[in-house]
């Protein structure tokens, strides 16, 4: 069993930035080294869609067209924590934040599909507003 805890929502103006943070735990000889981590959102009326994902094994990095270079997908592994970091933020990234995760990686490393995921956070509120 893994438990996913996000932090660092937050209201921000537009143009702004906000570091979210998920942090990992799990049964004896959890090691976050072996999941593939994803961050999804879903903003009210809407379906939740994929952000950015990290590999388990090299840590590569993918995003969704929409981040469009504003984003940065990290992990500790040493701190069981994962961030995203967010720049240049818009009213558009408004939703509810989540990271998710799946032991060995999701089936699609490059679709960013929230059913490759079995862990998930409670997600953490970003409102950019002015």
């Known amino acids: 069993q893994v438990q996913l805890v996000e932090s660092g929502g937050g209201l921000v103006q537009p143009g702004g930035s906000l570091r979210l943070s998920c942090a990992a735990s799990?049964?004896?000889?959890?090691?976050?080294?072996?999941?593939?981590i994803g961050w999804f959102r879903q903003a009210p009326g809407s379906e939740r869609e994929g952000v950015s994902c990290?590999?388990?094994?090299?840590?590569?990095?993918h995003y969704a067209d929409f981040v469009n270079g504003r984003f940065t997908i990290s992990r500790d592994t040493a701190k069981n924590k994962i961030y995203l970091q967010m720049n240049s933020l818009t009213p558009e990234d408004t939703a509810v934040y989540y990271c998710?995760?799946?032991?060995?990686?999701?089936?699609?490393?490059?679709?960013?599909?929230?059913?490759?995921?079995?862990?998930w956070g409670q997600g953490t509120q970003v409102t950019v507003s002015s």
């Open positions: 990290i590999s388990y094994t090299l840590g590569d990095t």
């Open positions: 998710a995760a799946e032991f060995g990686g999701p089936l699609s490393f490059w679709e960013l599909a929230p059913n490759d995921y079995n862990y």
């Open positions: 799990g049964t004896s000889g959890f090691n976050l080294g072996n999941y593939g």
